[in-house]
């Protein structure tokens, strides 16, 4: 199918482009058109214009600073992905961007473009608010920081106001020593995850965890911390009945009803499933900060 | 009997038009289409260049796949002005000139990894986009297939393709 009729502007300057947005509701931000393109194609989505923003000077690139990565608003997620700077202080994101799609898809797709589109089975949302991430939105008055918990508010829906463009997004380094994994369940590779889970955390000489960071996607309207499970696996030696009260912790989380591919008692086993599996991983990659692993 | 009124037609049509140059297969070209035309559409409508496929028109398929500046990309899901001034390769700039085959369409033959062959040329192309990356190849059959997740065969059940790459990394010396 073909897309319905809209009109185009290819701003060059930051400037411009919020000019453009602010001066008609209907316009829509074009970065990688990875999402936008087969919505409008299948006629789902009928912008009035475009504003494609990959003219627009200095919105590429990644800089990997000493808190964390910045992604520009037209940074590909293939980029992210074998970015050997980005792999170096955060292996976490290459493992998390293999399960992005397709190769060729994440050519051309962008990772701000997947955070503003909000689906909440998507994994990078999931990616910037278990690391606690945040984006700078970009508007008439100024550039503002959101917060990744307070960015993402519903299904498809965020923070950004219709005459805003994130201009990049903010990934935290990992803690030194810390152990990470992502895993996700889907019905084919590279689909949108049925449940997905990250984890992040630390353990001391003795194996004891601290710092453990959860969180999921797939389950609810937006991508969720799993705050209970957290709270019970601080302080333990991750033992199973640990790992069984996380889970059921857990399970209130799941919020998505019952849809065409899985029920909710379904996601609520798969997400169990993959708490145990990257606890476990995470688990595995952690070593007492100031060792080697 | 009444005077049937004429209704009002529009003196232009509301498709807004654009002009876009971009390198083609090596070539310089420039076209002013519909800003809504998709890089698939312009490539076969607008240059006649037929071997790029269309199936889903939404991403899922993959038959559309061409080189965007040297990257295997969906063209169905780029509009033609986004392709304004980059360097686009389709199917047709993969063999040579004097119709020797390159070794990834060389190993496809031997190794009967087509049939109907409709989705041969996106599978191509991504596979040619891959070899071209300076990251080592995962030849593992389950690399293969994650590198091969984003195009759809109908036909061959795919372990053809699967043995394809394969005999493709051994002729660019790729193993």
Redesign the interface.
């Known amino acids: 199918m073909k897309p319905s009729i809209f009109g185009y502007k290819a701003p060059v300057t930051l400037a411009d482009a919020i000019s453009i947005l602010a001066s008609d509701p209907d316009a829509v931000v074009l970065a990688g058109g990875q999402t936008l393109l087969p919505a409008m194609n299948f006629r789902a989505a009928n912008p009035s214009l475009l504003v494609d923003i990959q003219h627009v000077d200095g919105l590429r690139g990644i800089d990997v600073g000493a808190d964390h990565i910045v992604v520009k608003a037209m940074t590909r997620h293939r980029e992210f992905e074998l970015n050997a700077d980005v792999a170096r202080v955060n292996p976490l994101i290459a493992e998390v961007m293999q399960h992005v799609a397709h190769i060729p898809i994440r050519h051309r797709g962008t990772v701000v473009g997947s955070l503003c589109h909000a689906d909440p089975s998507a994994e990078m949302p999931l990616l910037l608010v278990l690391l606690g991430g945040s984006v700078i939105a970009q508007g008439p008055s100024g550039p503002r920081e959101i917060a990744a918990e307070n960015f993402f508010q519903s299904f498809l829906t965020t923070a950004r106001s219709q005459d805003e463009i994130i201009v990049e997004a903010r990934f935290p380094l990992l803690p030194s020593g810390a152990g990470w994994a992502f895993d996700e369940v889907t019905r084919r590779h590279g689909d949108y995850a049925i449940a997905g889970v990250g984890c992040i955390l630390a353990r001391d000489g003795e194996g004891r965890t601290s710092g453990v960071r959860l969180a999921a996607c797939g389950i609810a309207d937006r991508p969720v911390r799993l705050r209970s499970a957290e709270t019970i696996l601080n302080g333990t030696m991750l033992g199973a009945s640990d790992l069984d009260a996380a889970v059921a912790a857990s399970a209130a989380a799941v919020t998505q009803p019952d849809d065409i591919n899985v029920s909710k008692s379904y996601r609520r086993r798969a997400l169990g499933t993959l708490i145990r599996r990257t606890v476990a991983t995470a688990a595995r990659r952690a070593h007492p900060a100031g060792t080697a692993s | 009997m009444t005077r049937m009124m004429k209704p009002a037609e529009p003196d232009r049509s509301?498709?807004?038009q654009?002009e876009v140059e971009l390198t083609v297969n090596g070539e310089a070209v420039r076209r002013n289409v519909s800003?809504?035309m998709?890089l698939s559409?312009f490539l076969r409508h607008e240059l006649g260049l037929t071997g790029t496929h269309v199936g889903c028109?939404?991403?899922v398929c993959?038959c559309c796949?061409v080189l965007?500046d040297g990257?295997?990309?969906?063209s169905?899901?780029?509009?033609a002005?986004?392709a304004?001034g980059y360097h686009v390769r389709t199917i047709e700039s993969v063999a040579s000139a004097d119709g020797t085959l390159h070794p990834v369409q060389q190993a496809f033959k031997e190794c009967h990894g087509l049939q109907c062959g409709y989705c041969t040329p996106g599978m191509v192309m991504?596979i040619v986009?891959?070899f071209d990356?300076p990251?080592p190849l995962d030849l593992t059959d389950d690399g293969i297939?994650?590198?091969l997740?984003?195009n759809l065969c109908r036909c061959t059940g795919y372990l053809n393709i699967i043995a394809a790459v394969r005999r493709a990394a051994e002729l660019l010396g790729r193993t």
């Open positions: 509301a498709d807004a654009v800003v809504r998709l559409d028109e939404h991403g993959g796949t965007i990257k295997p990309g969906r169905c899901l780029t509009l002005v986004q304004n991504n986009g891959r990356e990251q297939r994650e590198l997740s984003g």
